[in-house]
């Protein structure tokens, strides 16, 4: 049960009590900032800082401050030169990239080409387009201190889209002797080559990050646009402060104690929208898809039928009612590749789209053998966008027949604990729920959770699906759109027939800031600290 569904006047009080004395402990810096400090609440507090070894986006958004990328996409979809520029040879097999000069890493030793080398392994040793990428790579080396070769085995026409993915995981470059470590095991230390640098001795998990602006950095000329272009920290510092109840935070950004906060929750937005002084938008307007993943590695869900009762017990709508509740934000949408976009279909999602498959879950189930081994839900609290769904799911788990135990937690403890195969009575579990933002889940390749990789390779989760990645492979070979289109839509019948995870729904995300703050940017990778200005 989640006991604090259940929280009376008395502990709400405690609870923000204590965020009250939390908030005043972390703007308490122990060293007065000089010149510009921007305050934010994250949708997430950050404990995990390694942007390899995780997909979670508290932790993308951590690997922008520190890290750069050797290219990255603008504003039109079009990947650009950013660490460096590149040549192709005319058979399509040989990528070229030279690094741009003044390129040095925090500690103030120069970007080599070797030390990007070990980082692209690293990223795609556990990536799934970097899975893809290796799939058709002869060989990637660094040919002198600037150069980075890459050769082929036969073309492949995302290449560059891979290495300039915006999203988790990204081609994140690190010095060689961090890039060296496994990408199962955390890299020991922060030290990046972007604009800003990570404040080791003011971490302090579940409280503050803080991050100082790297003096050393040279922009790229161009305009920032998405992640590409000029990087230019226009402030000091900024501090990542941990506010889980967002009551607290709303109130500190209304007050000014606070200059953003990420996520605003919806039902507070009548009372921001009246407040003059603060700029509400939806930085990321291609949205997220929100999903629930099932572990295929014990039961009850190593069982096809019964992963097939559980879809048809879900209902998109009741999720994205009580996620978002508000028909401006939310999408009912049954594509994996998500709607409006060249692979968006709906091909298997009556049921969920329609939310009248619960009788129909009932026989299944019934007939799928399920003995009544409890489903361990995992559902985290601390997270405005992902406290809503195992707590909706659950119930309509319950009603389809299934036993549920949910297990209440914060979001980083699944983060951590989504990564273990133990069994659920060991510290495992069976579903967790997660968001995606669009353009992580826009197409077959990119989807990383569309895998069928099993324990080698594959996503939370670990589905075993040997049709998916022969379909995968097809995509990627298709001579037009049209038939990588085909074969999207095959991928996502054999998706729904496989269960390999329940899309939930799409929805859109209002963040809110000080009108003291200037250039904030928009695209699929939000919010970015570089171009933003603070007035006094």
């Known amino acids: 049960m989640l006991h604090f569904m259940r929280r009376g006047p008395r502990a709400f009080a405690s609870k923000l009590a204590l965020s009250v004395v939390a908030l005043s402990t972390a703007l308490a810096s122990p060293v007065l900032a000089a010149g510009k400090t921007i305050t934010a609440v994250m949708h997430s507090d950050l404990r995990i800082i390694d942007p390899i070894f995780t997909t979670a986006y508290i932790t993308r958004d951590h690997g922008y401050m520190v890290y750069d990328t050797l290219v990255a996409p603008d504003s039109s979809f079009k990947i650009q030169p ?42 795609a040793a556990v990536d799934g387009m970097g899975q893809k990428l290796l799939d058709f790579t002869a060989s990637i080396e660094a040919t002198d201190a600037k150069t980075i070769t890459l050769k082929l085995k036969e073309p492949y026409g995302l290449v560059l889209d891979s290495i300039g993915k915006p999203s988790s995981r990204v081609a994140f470059m690190m010095p060689k002797r961090l890039a060296e470590t496994p990408p199962d095991k955390q890299i020991p ?57 967002s009551q607290t935070a709303v109130n ?71 996620l978002v509740g508000n028909a401006k934000y939310q999408k ?76 209440a937690t914060d979001w980083q403890t699944v983060v951590s604990r989504r990564a273990s195969q133990k069994p659920p009575k060991e510290g495992g579990w069976n579903m967790f729920f997660t968001n995606w933002v669009a353009a992580d889940v826009s197409n ?15 996503w939370f989760g670990w589905a075993e699906d040997a049709k998916i990645e022969q379909l995968k492979d097809a995509f990627v070979r298709a001579p037009s759109i049209d038939e990588q289109k085909k074969i999207a839509a095959d991928i996502q019948k054999e998706a729904y027939e496989q269960v390999i995870y329940i899309p939930l729904g799409q929805y859109l995300l209002p963040s809110g800031w000080r009108k003291s703050l200037t250039g904030v940017l928009d695209g699929p990778a939000t919010p970015l600290f570089w171009n933003v200005d603070k007035s006094e």
């Open 82 to 123: 950013q660490m460096a520029d590149w040549k192709i040879s005319d058979d399509k097999l040989t990528y070229t990239f030279t690094l741009r000069d003044g390129l040095k890493w925090h500690d103030g030793a120069p970007v080599t080409a070797e030390d990007c080398v070990a980082s692209l392994k690293r990223w």
């Open 189 to 245: 230390e922060q030290i990046g080559s972007g604009p800003f640098k990570f404040v080791a001795s003011e971490f302090q998990p579940g409280v503050k990050a803080v991050y100082v602006k790297n003096t050393d950095y040279v922009p790229r000329k161009e305009p920032a646009s998405w992640t590409s272009g000029g990087k230019v920290a226009k402030v000091d510092r900024v501090e990542w402060i941990t506010m889980p109840d």
């Open 252 to 322: 500190a950004l209304q007050s000014g104690d606070i200059d953003f906060m990420e996520n605003l929750p919806y039902d507070m937005l009548p009372v921001l929208e009246a407040n003059k002084e603060i700029t509400i938008e939806v930085s990321n307007k291609f949205g997220f898809q929100t999903l629930g993943r099932m572990n295929f590695l014990y039961p009850p869900f190593d069982n096809v039928k019964v992963r097939r009762a559980a879809l048809l017990a879900m209902n998109q709508k009741d999720v994205l009612d009580a």
């Open 332 to 407: 009912v949408c049954g594509a994996f590749f998500v709607c409006d976009t060249p692979f968006a279909t709906e091909v298997g999602a009556e049921t969920l789209v329609k939310g009248n498959g619960m009788a129909e879950a009932k026989k299944a189930l019934a007939e799928s053998g399920y003995d009544g081994t409890p489903v361990v839900v995992m559902a985290p609290g601390d997270v405005t966008t992902l406290k809503a769904q195992p707590i909706v799911a659950a119930q309509l788990l319950r009603e389809a027949g299934f036993k549920v135990d949910l297990q």
């Open 444 to 458: 077959p390749i990119a989807n990383l959770s569309i895998g069928g990789q099993g324990k080698k390779g594959g």
